[in-house]
């Protein structure tokens, strides 16, 4: 599995470029769904063990918003996208039509909108991992926890297996030109050892 440690800056590139096309279509999504024009960033992403993204995402005692979903079909494993809690909340607020700071805990109407978020966006990323390898990738319905990112990663971790920590980590910056505002989330691919291999052997060709 070292392997995927050295990945060469083409393979990383064309990586990269399918995390773009992700976003691209997330960001369409995310308009569609706040009804406002979003502009997105290059979205930055690299390879680690799971046991090394917390601090990527946020502080340890930083609470975050995870939306979980299996992922499917040709391809199996699962994929996370956590936002920072107070990035949540705001979200919630713009799926609700609700103004700024008029939500302050996720409570069941936030955390409803944040899993139809979660799996629209989760989608988005799919389908583009989906078009990029020719083969059918199927979600599941999305679940959401909240908690500190160590342990909502680490929940994620234990419910896989020794073999299975590599993740692919895709932080994408939204900016909504209407509100100027930006949204910061994060992506996180786990797949499979078989996936794993088979991503890894059809970026090897790209």
Do not use: W
């Amino acid at each position: 599995m070292d392997d995927i440690r050295s990945l060469k800056a083409l393979q990383l590139d064309a990586l990269r470029e399918v995390a773009n096309i992700g976003a691209g279509h997330a960001a369409t999504a995310l308009s569609q769904m706040i009804n406002s024009t979003i502009m997105i960033s290059v979205p930055t992403i690299n390879v680690s063990r799971l046991e090394e993204v917390p601090p990527q995402i946020s502080a340890p005692e930083e609470p975050v918003a995870a939306v979980l979903m299996h992922m499917l079909g040709d391809l199996t494993g699962r994929t996370l996208l956590v936002f920072p809690k107070a990035t949540a909340v705001r979200l919630a607020e713009l799926m609700l039509r609700r103004p700024q700071g008029s939500s302050q805990e996720l409570g069941e109407m936030e955390q409803s909108a944040i899993k139809e978020a979660g799996n629209i966006l989760s989608s988005a990323y799919m389908n583009a991992l989906s078009d990029f390898m020719g083969m059918m990738l199927l979600p599941s319905p999305p679940s959401l926890a909240i908690d500190m990112s160590t342990a909502v990663l680490t929940t994620a971790y234990l419910q896989f297996g020794s073999d299975r920590d590599y993740v692919f980590c895709v932080e994408s910056e939204f900016f909504m030109t209407d509100v100027r505002e930006k949204l910061r989330g994060f992506f996180l691919l786990l797949p499979d050892p078989a996936s794993l291999q088979a991503i890894l052997r059809a970026i090897r060709v790209a």
